[in-house]
């Protein structure tokens, strides 16, 4: 399986001629969703949402989201799934099962919204904007490193937890070079720690999965 990294919090997994597409929000770019096969959507917010990009899909391709996502989807031409915590489905190939129920919290005025976190192929694993752990072994963790709701400790914590023999970084577009410099350091310090392979791949690269 190929992983590729694209904007923000998005990636892009394909396998035996078939393309997965989790999160391509707003943050990211349009280019990610060329030859989707299937898109996951964990939340309603902008930078994991983009609705008119999504519309512009042709309806063989088929989208999984919650439910409060596919409130906001009604009318799309292509077909919109809900799933939640305990699902399990295929697409386009992918086994994928989902795991975790809400967004972490923001702040003390801000609603939590429903947040689900997929876990494909029993391979990688993508959580959105959470920290949900998983009650099965993970090979590869998709590891949220900045936004409103989180602190680099508590993302040290979710690697130590999961123990990933692969995590690479995402939810990191908010940062400028120095903040990129610093979870590329953190990333380093934990995958020699934890005798893994962590770092952050940069837009448009790829890594070959098991």
């Known amino acids: ?14 396998k035996d001629g078939a393309t997965l597409v989790i999160d391509p929000g707003g943050l990211t770019e349009e280019s990610a969703l060329d030859g989707a096969d299937a898109v996951l959507i964990t939340h309603e917010h902008f930078d994991h949402l983009e609705v008119k990009r999504l519309a512009a899909l042709g309806p063989q391709v088929q989208i ?3 439910g409060a996502v596919a409130a906001q989807l009604e009318g799309l031409s292509t077909k919109v799934n809900v799933v939640g915590e305990g699902d399990s ?10 795991l975790g129920r809400d967004h972490a919290r ?14 494909v192929d029993g391979e990688v694993f993508h959580p959105g904007d ?3 752990v998983p009650s099965v072994p993970v090979g590869t ?10 602190k680099a400790s508590e993302y040290v914590d979710y690697l130590r937890e999961v123990a990933p023999r692969r995590a690479y970084s995402i939810h990191d577009g908010l940062y400028n070079d ?29 890594v070959t999965l098991p």
């Open 1 to 14: 399986m190929k992983l590729t990294k694209h904007g923000h919090a998005c990636v892009r997994l394909e």
């Open 64 to 66: 999984w989201t919650c």
């Open 89 to 98: 489905f295929s697409a386009a190939g992918f086994e994928v099962g989902v």
């Open 106 to 119: 923001v702040a003390f005025d801000m609603p939590v919204v429903p947040n689900i976190g997929f876990l």
């Open 130 to 132: 959470a920290f949900t």
């Open 141 to 150: 963790l998709l590891t949220p490193t900045t936004g409103p709701w989180l």
């Open 178 to 206: 120095i903040g990129l410099f610093l979870v590329d350091s953190i990333l380093e310090r934990r995958g020699k720690d934890q005798a893994g392979d962590f770092r952050r791949l940069k837009p448009g690269e790829s």
